[in-house]
């Protein structure tokens, strides 16, 4: 992806100050002795008042009750703020107070109780006033954050057509917020900031009065709450915030050499590959440095103090996916992906990313790291978790859209066997040859196979490296794509996977159970067995295979009365029968090969049996054919942009499944491109 340049861990330019003594003793002469003086490492200050501003992206839940009954709303919004506080810093330890305030469309609309009117919500703003505690390890600041959430929220309940009977309630609201975040110090005076606040403001009764009169109506009651979501710049006015720290005299901090692989090289060039190594999942591979830098990341590092951000450990970095298509349907590309609108141009992908990888190379400490991506564009369709600001989907099936696809910690233990990974969090879904995040895809366009499969999850991976050729990964999350909390559909469901690489690692073998339990239907529940097989020809062809087993039990039929969750499908079960067992099995091969130091080619060819029809919405087994070609080029730096261009042709077998039901065969002509930061 990016160039590979080295990642020094020393503390980087550290100036030596020599103090001339004069002796000015009875001596026959004078003299100027040097001696050893402190050595001065420049570390940051968080103290003092700040002021900056945010985007994001907050998400309100309203709860209503009437006289008649209740329902749920949400609205969802890119919101636009700032904030101030002030900082005051012992130690490593930060204290402080924030005020902030944020603005964006946070209207929602639903069908009230009676079934004739509409029930909706107006709310604009959002405030916050609170204390901060945090711990600095430079160049970042981990706070946490606690104290009063402000809002208005006014309800109105309104007949389709203005009517002296509209309804109206609400105000002022004051609850309270919690929240967690990280700034990171760019250069002098500004940071970036990444952090998640949660808003409640509780349930609160109020009168519902006659819109035209002003007279009563009747008595509501509302429960509101709201989560935001926020990147910033802050500016702080601290002219000393490069602050001495003082070293005992005679201690140096001696540059290390960039730490070296352990175990087996790498199969792949990368560039013009997307990726050097062959797939894991849930872990980053255990011996193997983090030396990749983005353009941004460069540019911070060959800036003032540029050393002490590297030996942090912690990146920023991202891109943005622009991609077009033409096609020969006109209404929709489903079940292709992830362009669903035909002959369009589209924002893929926007990413932000804060990360620190653990340092799986050394061999004599514990250490940790941790990983938060934030997507904006079409394909948080398929990033989208149940009970993660889901309802942009679920509820109103937006076509651009927000989401966290991943968040989460690691702890890296060197002492377990040759080395344990702990991931606790959100994380993509384990094992696949593509991903959702666009970079490291062979193409811009995904199988059946990968698009149909779980995308993301929330529990525990545990990945163990017992040698050079085996490892062994087991865990357990609350199903796929459903968040822990979502009380109907989350399931304790264990995983485990095994991954064989050959001594000249031209051959990998990665069996899984992505995802085990009951098996009943619930939200995404498929159980899932999964093994893909890689091998390296030769330095400039390889290949990859992917196949898979999957089904779900009691899934409801498409004929019968019993409900099915939003954004799936139910069953095509054999008449008289209101559930079934309902399979799927897939395979897919990629062949690639290596142009040139910036170019590669690829053939990827697939089948899909959806058996039952569960996972596409047809009952029809499927062939994809696609040719591709990847080109690297320079940007603002080395290999900083990826053009994608790409034929595809597809076919269903058994019923018309492509253009709205309407086609048995699909042709796509599409492209994107990617620039990295």
């Given amino acids: 992806m990016w160039a590979r340049t080295p990642v020094i861990r020393s503390l980087g330019s550290i100036a030596a100050v020599a103090a001339l003594l004069a002796n000015t003793g009875a001596q026959a002469a004078d003299a100027l002795v040097p001696t050893k003086a402190p050595l001065f490492v420049a570390g940051y200050s968080w103290s003092g008042l700040y002021v900056g501003g945010h985007v994001g992206a907050g998400f309100s839940y309203r709860n209503w009750m009437l006289s008649d009954g209740s329902l749920a709303e949400a609205g969802n919004a890119v919101m636009l703020g700032g904030q101030i506080g002030f900082n005051h810093q012992v130690g490593k330890w930060v204290i402080g107070l924030e005020g902030e305030a944020a603005w964006g469309n946070l209207k929602d609309e639903g069908v009230c ?3 004739v009117n509409t029930c909706w919500t107006r709310q604009s703003w959002l405030a916050t006033a609170t204390g901060r505690i945090g711990y600095a390890f430079d160049p970042a600041l981990f706070y946490l954050k606690g104290g009063g959430a402000f809002t208005r929220a006014d309800y109105f309940k309104t007949a389709p057509i203005p009517s002296p009977l509209d309804e109206k309630g609400g105000g002022f609201r004051i609850g309270w917020t919690a929240g967690v975040g990280m700034d990171y ?21 109020f009168a519902m009065n006659n819109i035209a009169t002003g007279t009563f109506a009747e008595n509501a009651t509302v429960r509101l709450k709201a989560h935001e979501v926020k990147l910033g710049l802050n500016y702080l006015f601290n002219p000393g915030n490069f602050n001495p720290i003082v070293l005992p005299a005679g201690q140096t901090k001696q540059t290390e050499p960039e730490p070296q692989r352990l175990g087996l090289p790498a199969p792949l060039d990368s560039p013009p590959f997307p990726t050097s190594d062959w797939p894991l999942g849930g872990s980053q591979l255990i011996g193997v440095p983090d030396t990749a830098v983005g353009p941004l990341m460069k540019w911070i590092y060959d800036g003032p103090n540029g050393q002490a951000w590297k030996d942090s450990r912690i990146k920023i970095y991202g891109w943005a996916e622009v991609g077009a298509n033409a096609s020969t349907s006109t209404q929709s590309l489903a079940p292709a992906g992830y362009p669903i609108h035909p002959n369009r141009v589209e924002l893929d992908q926007f990413v932000f990313h804060i990360e620190r990888l653990p340092d799986t190379v050394q061999k004599d400490h514990v250490d940790w790291g941790f990983n938060v991506t934030n997507v904006y564009g079409l394909d948080y369709r398929y990033t989208i978790m149940k009970g993660i600001f889901s309802d942009q989907l679920l509820a109103k099936n937006r076509t651009y859209g ?8 690691e702890l890296y233990f060197p002492q377990i066997a040759e080395g344990m990974n702990v991931r606790v969090g959100r994380y993509l879904s384990v094992p696949d040859i593509e991903t959702q995040m666009a970079p490291g895809n062979w193409l811009y366009t995904h199988s059946l196979l990968y698009i149909f499969d779980p995308f993301t999850q ?3 991976v545990n990945t163990v490296k017992l040698n050079d050729q085996w490892l062994i990964q087991f865990g357990a999350h609350a199903g796929n794509d459903v968040a822990p909390w979502e009380k109907t559909d989350a399931k304790f469901t264990p995983m485990a996977c095994v991954r064989w690489t050959s001594k000249d690692n031209n051959d990998s073998i990665y069996p899984c159970i992505n995802s085990i339990n009951n098996g009943k239907y619930a939200y995404d529940n498929i159980q899932m067995f999964v093994n893909t097989w890689s091998h390296k020809f030769n330095d400039t062809w390889n290949m990859q295979t992917e196949f898979y087993y999957t089904y779900q039990r009691d899934v409801p039929s498409v004929f019968g009365p019993l409900p099915i969750e939003p954004n799936t499908s139910g069953a095509f079960c054999p008449p008289g029968q209101i559930t079934c067992f309902a399979p799927a099995w897939a395979i897919v091969n990629y062949q690639n090969f290596k142009i040139s130091k910036t170019d590669y080619f690829v053939l990827r060819n697939e089948y899909f049996d959806d058996v039952k029809g569960q996972r596409t919405g047809t009952q029809t087994s499927y062939s994809t054919h696609s040719i591709g070609w990847g080109h690297w080029f320079n940007v603002w730096g080395e290999n900083t942009g990826l053009f994608r261009p790409e034929l595809r042709y597809e076919h269903s077998y058994n019923a018309p499944a492509y253009n709205l039901g309407t086609r048995k065969d699909q042709v796509i002509v599409a492209a994107d491109v990617i620039f990295l930061y």
């Fill in 402 to 409: 927000y989401d966290v696809p991943t968040f989460y910690g």
């Fill in 185 to 205: 110090a760019l250069w002098n005076n500004w940071s970036v900031r990444l952090e998640y606040d949660y808003l409640d403001f509780g349930s609160r009764a």
């Fill in 458 to 460: 929330m529990g525990v």
């Fill in 113 to 115: 109780p009676d079934g």
